[in-house]
């Protein structure tokens, strides 16, 4: 129940393309789904966040579109460019706890 | 700008070792975390504190303890390093959040390898 799922662990987009990540979760107290972007050799930054009482954020090119009756949230990366190569993790806090559940994390590559 | 700094980027330790991964932040946070990333599992919770001398026990604590004696500095001990141990260590801190929770602020990583 406190496992966070996150496809797919690696993804090819083309330039210019659309990289779309999904999770899903189980536990329904979650109530902040952040992602993090990681670059090689770097720790995990926060790229962009969402409470559940939207459903839809978007910053600049990056946009999360959050399902609460599926329990599912996804980032959309649009007009994917190399610099956005990276790992990509989405996790989900709450419940008045501490702890950050993660996804597995997807490696993101932008073909030039 | 938040700044979590870890004491070393590599460390190679032999088996048996007892072993000081040491975290710094600088933006009197009151929560420090640590976890262990490693290829296919994403970020594995160790520890966590929330406050100097609090300590709670993350998703993977075995053969690991902490220490929090100062709000700033939170140290991963590794009681005697075994192999398995072999990864990439991440230390992440993030401020109080009350009612709401706040992002986490990581630091770029130690990487141990134990022989």
């Known amino acids: 129940q406190q496992q966070v799922k996150q496809s797919p662990q690696s993804l090819i987009v083309q330039k210019g393309g659309i990289s779309i990540i999904n999770c899903a979760y189980e536990?329904?107290?979650?109530?902040?789904f952040p992602w993090y972007q990681q670059f090689p050799g770097k720790g995990p930054a926060l790229l962009i966040a969402i409470r559940p009482d939207v459903s839809e954020k978007k910053e600049g090119r990056f946009t999360i579109s959050f399902n609460k009756s599926a329990k599912q949230f996804s980032l959309h990366i649009m007009d994917s460019q190399p610099g956005d190569s990276a790992t990509y993790f989405c996790?989900?806090?709450?419940?008045?706890?501490?702890?950050?559940?993660f996804g597995a994390g997807t490696r993101l590559f932008v073909k030039a | 700008d938040v700044k979590v700094t870890q004491s070393s980027r590599y460390l190679v330790k032999r088996t048996g070792e007892k072993v000081f991964l040491e975290c710094v932040q600088d933006m009197d946070h009151e929560n420090m975390f640590w976890y262990r990333q490693d290829p296919g599992l994403g970020l594995r919770l160790i520890y966590f504190?929330?406050?100097?001398?609090?300590?709670e026990k993350g998703d993977i604590p075995e053969g690991y303890s902490v220490s929090r004696e100062k709000k700033e500095r939170f140290s991963l001990i590794l009681e005697s390093a075994s192999t398995n141990q072999t990864s990439m260590y991440l230390c992440?801190?993030?401020?109080?959040?009350?009612?709401?929770?706040?992002?986490?602020?990581f630091g770029d990583g130690t990487r141990l390898s134990i022989l």
């Open positions: 992440a801190s993030s401020v109080e959040g009350g009612t709401g929770v706040q992002p986490q602020h």
């Open positions: 996790a989900a806090e709450g419940g008045g706890g501490f702890k950050t559940i």
């Open positions: 536990n329904t107290a979650f109530d902040y």
């Open positions: 504190s929330y406050d100097v001398k609090m300590k």
